[in-house]
Structure formats: structure tokens, C-alpha cells
């Protein structure tokens, strides 16, 4: 989350800011959710361009979930 997504305190939580702040919140999610269908769209490609380095891009597909998932490898 970037610096302006931070949650208003209790006392700042009105409905305004409140609305203000979930459509920011959700424009930043359908952000990060198109970024990770790039990033599969372009790992499928790389596995099906060349069917040699399919395990290869098994392997970066396992490291890039994991990476999405906050894991270390």
C-alpha cells in the first residue's frame, strides 16, 4: 500500500473519507491484480514459445506465486 492508502485514524473516519479511501483501495488492488495476470500471461508464454525450457518456467512460475505470496524461496 502506498503512503496515501494509509487507514484514517477513528477520529478522521468520516463516510466521505471513508469512500475516498476503499475506491483508492480498490483501484490499487485491480492494480497489483492485472500486474499478476501479466506476469502469468507472460511466464505461459515463455513455457509454451519453447517447449524445452518448460521446467524452467515451472520453476519461475513456483518462484513468482511464492514471491506473490510473500515467501522467501
Not at 23 to 38: D, F, M, P, S, T
Amino acid at each position: 500500500m502506498t503512503d496515501d492508502l494509509k487507514l484514517p485514524q477513528v477520529g478522521e473516519l468520516t463516510l466521505p473519507r471513508w469512500q475516498y479511501w476503499l475506491a483508492r483501495y480498490n483501484e490499487v488492488l485491480g492494480e497489483r491484480e492485472r500486474r499478476i495476470e501479466k506476469l502469468e500471461a507472460a511466464l505461459k508464454k515463455i513455457a509454451f514459445d519453447d517447449p524445452d525450457c518448460c521446467m524452467i518456467a515451472d520453476r519461475m512460475r513456483e518462484t513468482a506465486e511464492k514471491a506473490l505470496e510473500g515467501k522467501d524461496d
